[in-house]
């Protein structure tokens, strides 16, 4: 019996040890280099295409213009009083001369100006920022940074009179923080009006389907030869990312504002001579049937004066006597203040505008000269 157990012991074990053998051979021709599955060989390509090549070197030539903006606005601490700062946001910016001037957007740089500090980071090495001027009604500004001379590569500036719908556009910026990022598309419409933070409208904005997100505000929009044709602004969407549609101020409206902030420090606005109301001019055009915006006063010694506009006046028994309505500058519709408040910022001081102007049921344009705050 003892003998029958020894030899099934026996066997058992000599099985076992075959069966490991077995195991450990499979397990190590599996593992075996000879064993892995054949790589599959990369396919050749003929190279990149003309467009492809294009785009690449505009964007390696542009990016050097390219900043990036953070900013950073004042808190009082609620219990020790003590002001510190915290955060506020980023966007894009861009090179505008080898003097170190920078352009962005308003909205990008407004906790700055109300008590903040800024830096721009242009390739790897950010700079200490200060504000040199802004415009609200057209959402742009000026920084002002102390990079070394070779640091500084301006972006070339094209014109916006010329963009044809369906022409190709590129954005660079920095949208959520992420620095350096291209997108491409075309323009898809020109000639849309926006609200700047003022209130006051932009217009002859530039509509594109490139894709543009928030930090990308400030970047430049450029044509296919690398070109400036807008600054990249807002855009159109129910979640606050990009839906295809974002807008870009005209570099026009640009090439007209960046010199005067960097010279003045603000826009030098042309001024009609004539007082207005927004909500007035709203009550008593709705009563009247017209559109455009009620004049409520004329200043003395102003073009307005000159030219004979008539203001908005009490009679004797206390009815509102409305004044002109001006309907149209040079051709163009005005509907509110902040729309011939924006029509007024494509023109300097000096300059002579027609007025369309409504007055006692009757239409009738006159010639205004412009003049400065100064006169």
Sequence with gaps: MRTRSRLFFLGSLLVGVLLGLLVSTELQRALSPSASPEPR?????????????QTIELFRSASRSVAFITTQVQRVD???????????????GFVWDDRGHVVTNFHVVE????GGSAKVTLGDEPYDARVVGFARDQDLAVLHIGAPHEKLVPIPVGTSSELQVGQKVLAIGNPFGLDHTLTTGIVSALGRT????????IFDVIQTDAAINPGNSGGPLLDSGG??????????????????IGFAVPVDTVSRIVPELIAYGRVVRPRLGIGMDDGLSAYVTRRLGVEGVLVRDV?????AAAAGLRGTQLGE?????????IQEIDGKAVGSVGDLLGRLGSYRPGDTVTLKLWREGETRQVRV?????AE
């Design 41 to 53: 060989p990369v396919a050749r390509r003929a190279g990149l295409d003309e467009e492809e090549r």
């Design 111 to 114: 906790g700055v100006v109300q």
């Design 299 to 303: 200043y003395r010694s102003t073009g």
């Design 227 to 244: 070109r400036l044709v807008g600054v990249n602004t807002a855009i159109y969407s129910p979640s606050g990312a990009s839906a295809g």
């Design 194 to 201: 926006i609200q700047s933070v003022s209130g006051s409208s």
């Design 317 to 325: 028994d206390g009815r509102v006597v409305p004044g002109d309505v």
């Design 78 to 92: 609620f219990w020790t009083r003590n002001v510190f700062e915290v955060p506020a946001g980023t966007g894009s």
């Design 369 to 373: 000269r412009l003049q400065g705050a």
